[in-house]
Nanobody
Framework: QVQLVESGGGSVQAGGSLRLSCAAS????????MAWFRQAPGKEREFVAG????????PSADSVKVRFTISRYNAKNTVYLQMNSLKPEDPAVYYC????????????????WGQGTQVTVSS
C-alpha cells in the first residue's frame, strides 16, 4: 500500500512562486513514475509534469513547461514541483500521483493519489 502526502500549497500574488512537495510512503514501486496533476472546479484533471525513476522527464503541459519544474529524489520517494511566475489561471487543486513504470500523461495510468493541495493566485 502506498500513501502520498502533499504540502506546500497556499496563496500567492501573480508572478510569485511556490514549491509543492510530495512524499510517498509504503510499498512503492521499484521503478515508479511520479507526477503532478491539477484540477480546477468544473474542469478535467490536467497533467502538469512527471518524472520517471531514471530521471527522464515526461514533457510538461505547454501551459506550464516554461514556468514549472519537476524534480525527484528517489532515495526519499519525494517529488517536487517548483512553480514560478504564477498566473491567475493557475489556481487549482494540485495532486501528486504515483504510477508504475510507463505511466505518462493520463490520470488513469496512475494508481495512487494524494489528497491534493490548494494553490490560489491573486491578480
Amino acid at each position: 500500500q502506498v500513501q502520498l502526502v502533499e504540502s506546500g500549497g497556499g496563496s500567492v500574488q501573480a508572478g510569485g512562486s511556490l514549491r509543492l512537495s510530495c512524499a510517498a510512503s509504503g510499498r512503492t514501486f521499484s521503478k515508479s513514475v511520479m507526477a503532478w496533476f491539477r484540477q480546477a472546479p468544473g474542469k478535467e484533471r490536467e497533467f502538469v509534469a512527471g518524472l520517471r525513476w531514471s530521471g527522464a522527464v515526461t514533457p510538461s503541459a505547454d501551459s506550464v513547461k516554461v514556468r514549472f519544474t519537476i524534480s525527484r529524489y528517489n532515495a526519499k520517494n519525494t517529488v517536487y514541483l517548483q512553480m514560478n511566475s504564477l498566473k491567475p489561471e493557475d489556481p487549482a487543486v494540485y495532486y501528486c500521483a504515483l504510477g508504475a513504470e510507463g505511466a505518462t500523461y493520463y490520470s488513469n495510468e496512475y494508481l495512487y493519489w494524494g489528497q491534493g493541495t490548494q494553490v490560489t493566485v491573486s491578480s
